[in-house]
């Protein structure tokens, strides 16, 4: 027999117990984090607001305004321009949201999904 084998690990079996239950825990609140991230709605805005969104945490759009001074049928491509500025602003606030709200159930550590 290996030098130290007592021929059980309850001890050691007590400390694996708890990591698991400690781990289960975790996963919950990450669970119930995940679910939060999917409800946020982060406002985004380009031009001095004339184009606004509601981004979702799903990365989804939910709501568009366009003001009228910035719909010209001879310059597509500023609109374009406007509103995926106003998508790109939402979403690297959503971004920074959701490592915030991540961060704070696993203490900084980086989960792999």
């Given at each position: 027999?290996?030098k130290?084998f007592?021929g059980?690990?309850p001890?050691g079996?007590?400390?694996?117990g ?10 919950k609140?990450?669970?119930n ?14 031009g001095?607001?004339k ?11 939910y709501?568009?305004?366009i003001?009228q ?18 998508y ?13 709200m ?10 792999p999904?």
């Amino acid at each position: 027999m290996a030098k130290g084998f007592r021929g059980g690990m309850p001890g050691g079996m007590g400390n694996m117990g708890n990591l698991m239950a400690q781990a289960q825990k975790m996963q919950k609140e990450l669970e119930n984090v995940q679910i939060e991230i999917k409800q946020l709605r982060i406002n985004g805005s380009a031009g001095g607001d004339k184009v606004k969104l509601v981004l979702g945490g799903d990365h989804k759009i939910y709501n568009l305004e366009i003001a009228q001074e910035v719909i010209d049928p001879d310059d597509a491509e500023m609109l374009a321009d406007l509103i995926t500025a106003a998508y790109n602003q939402a979403n690297d606030e959503l971004e920074a949201k959701s490592s915030e709200m991540m961060n704070q159930v696993t203490g900084g550590v980086k989960m792999p999904f």
